[in-house]
């Protein structure tokens, strides 16, 4: 990959990334409250919907152009003399690089996040300071490997939906995908990916949100997933589905038609 090529699609992704966090940051504390062991009502109902956004906004574009610059490297490396049968793996296996790099810079943010988001009355300085007193830097790093265990699988579902429906669109068009067209497949891909990643989404969040000591503190996702099918069963496992899959499909939408469009400017 060129130096131009590895630029743009950093700096594309850092600017597609900060839009989707910012404008969809409501629905993921919906999401996340409905989540939460403590209930929707109790970890804050509808207010302070924008509580934990200034961690959100400081991180979002760092994760995105991280994820981003990773895949397109990746996906440039094993394109060179692989099958057109194989380019589906291609794409999983550049989508779970970039989510492991991305993770580095994600979680903190996320961890910081959620709880906010659950604790509307505490600023997020507060919390990060309260976290790193009483956990450390690991505290930062609460929920590290469930996170990366819902975002393979989520991108192997995904990336690989969302190449191969602009492949189908171009194909049937006679040429390249406009960047809207492909932030209808992105929006398709993303929900999907969505629905049927939702359990590792709550096992995540329940995990980040555990007390320092509990059992789910621990991270250990089979453990937090066995604990949420035991209380609430199925309906726990997919609490908050609804908001997720919207929020992901419009992320979706506005993500990678942004990534695109900016993509294009910048190239």
Known sequence: MEPRESWAALAAGGVAGVCVDLILFP????????????????????????????????????????????YEYVKSVLHCGS??????????????????VACLIRVPSEVIKQRAQVSPSSGTFRILSHTLYHEGIQGLYRGYKSTVLREIPFSLVQFPLWESLKDLWSWKQGHVVDSWQSAVCGAFAGGFAAAVTTPLDVAKTRIM???????????????ALGGIWRTQGLSGLFAGVVPRMTAISLGGFIFLGTYEKTRQLLL
């Open 27 to 70: 629905l993921d504390t919906v999401k996340t409250r409905l989540q939460s062991p403590q209930g929707f009502r109790k970890a804050g109902g509808f207010r302070g919907i924008y509580a934990g956004v200034p961690s959100t906004a400081i991180g979002s574009f760092p994760n995105a152009a991280a994820f981003f610059i990773t």
């Open 83 to 100: 099958t057109s049968y194989l380019t589906p793996v291609t794409h999983m296996v550049a989508a779970s690089f970039g989510e492991v």
């Open 209 to 223: 949100l555990a007390k320092a000591g509990s059992t789910n503190a621990s991270g250990n996702v089979l453990a």
